[in-house]
């Protein structure tokens, strides 16, 4: 499972939760990748417990994919490279 820490305003959370449908519905292969989001405020014990600075922060189980601004193309390889596993 994917997990994707946001923040409620954050522009750049926004934008790749975006992306993330848009990349459902042009490949439904990627319906097959559970993602948990975690808002960061509201679930700052478990954040805590992550290492990250930025958000978005993409994390396959503990290890960091991802942190901060990203493109669709950055998500589609993300979600690419964990379909291959």
């Known amino acids: 499972m994917l997990k994707i820490f946001v923040l409620k305003n954050c522009p750049y ?3 790749a939760l975006a992306w993330i449908d848009e990349l459902k ?3 439904s292969v990627y319906e097959k990748i559970s993602i948990e989001l975690i ?3 509201l679930n700052s014990e478990l954040a805590d417990c ?3 600075y930025y958000v978005p922060a993409l994390f396959d189980n503990n290890v960091k994919l991802h942190e901060g601004v990203i493109t669709k193309e ?3 390889s993300i979600f690419d ?3 291959e596993k």
């Open 50 to 52: 992550y290492d990250y």
């Open 25 to 27: 519905r042009e490949n």
């Open 39 to 41: 808002d960061e405020q």
């Open 81 to 83: 490279s964990y379909l």
């Open 13 to 15: 959370c926004k934008r």
């Open 74 to 76: 950055g998500l589609k």
